[in-house]
């Protein structure tokens, strides 16, 4: 069973919404990730908290907005999507932040939020 | 050059075969690598690290590590129809943040053929 848990399951959303999606793990890890993944491709990382701080922003639009509450909780903000949005969403956790040349950086995946923009 | 690369296949092997799967990667400082399987419509799972040049064996999974031809691999033994998945190659590569960030491979699609 997963550690990591992600709301909501699935999500439809006209392009005028404002949506927020969830994740919460359950592990003690100081660093979580939101990560997007379109069909037969590899996830694509988004953004990265390390103990509740932003520390990478793969320039992603301004239209995704995340926030990290503590350091159980990561929210990802969604305004003004577009159809070329739809994806899987996915939320991971890891022990360590990413910082250095570690050795570790296991990370753990949520099951997804599968989002569509119509 | 792609920064992880897979043969993205599809890779069909007989149940009860080996199936060998491969991964190169550009950064030669990267210090961490693993696999994942996903099943269709499913989250990427985590079934092996390895961060020391040579074999670490997990049950039926091996994975393979030879940081000098920054080369990486994973073999399944006696390969089973829940074997069936995409199999994602991840690498720490050093990002343009002054930090690390994990990369994957395009993946490479396996079918175990009953």
């Known amino acids: 069973d997963t550690e990591v848990t992600q709301t909501p399951k699935h999500l439809v959303m006209g392009m005028t919404n404002k949506k927020s999606l969830k994740c919460e793990q359950h592990m003690g890890h100081r660093a979580m990730y939101w990560y997007k993944q379109k069909a037969k491709k590899p996830p694509e990382l988004m953004f990265v908290y390390s103990y509740e701080k932003l520390s990478i922003n793969e320039s992603v639009p301004s239209r995704f907005s995340p926030e990290c509450p503590n350091s159980s909780l990561l929210n990802l903000h969604l305004h003004a999507l577009q159809p070329e949005d739809s994806a899987l969403y996915l939320c991971?956790?890891?022990?360590?932040?990413?910082?250095?040349?570690?050795?570790?950086?296991?990370?753990?995946f949520g099951p997804g939020t599968r989002l569509t923009v119509l | 050059q792609k920064e992880v690369e897979q043969n993205s296949g599809p890779l069909s092997v007989p149940e009860g075969a080996i199936a060998s799967l491969n991964c190169t990667y550009s950064?030669?400082?990267?210090?961490?690598f693993f696999w994942y399987r996903q099943y269709s419509g499913k989250s990427p799972e985590l079934i092996m690290s390895?961060?020391?040049?040579g074999d670490k064996e997990d049950g039926r999974f091996t994975a393979q590590l030879n940081k000098a031809s920054q080369y990486v691999s994973l073999l399944i033994r006696d390969s089973q129809p829940s074997d069936s998945a995409t199999y994602l190659c991840?690498?720490?590569?050093?990002?343009?943040?002054?930090?690390?960030?994990?990369?994957f491979g395009t993946g490479t699609r396996l079918t175990i053929i009953p």
């Open positions: 390895i961060y020391s040049n």
């Open positions: 991840a690498v720490n590569l050093w990002s343009n943040f002054g930090n690390e960030k994990l990369t």
């Open positions: 991971a956790s890891s022990q360590l932040p990413t910082s250095g040349r570690s050795r570790w950086n296991e990370q753990f």
């Open positions: 950064d030669r400082g990267s210090q961490s």
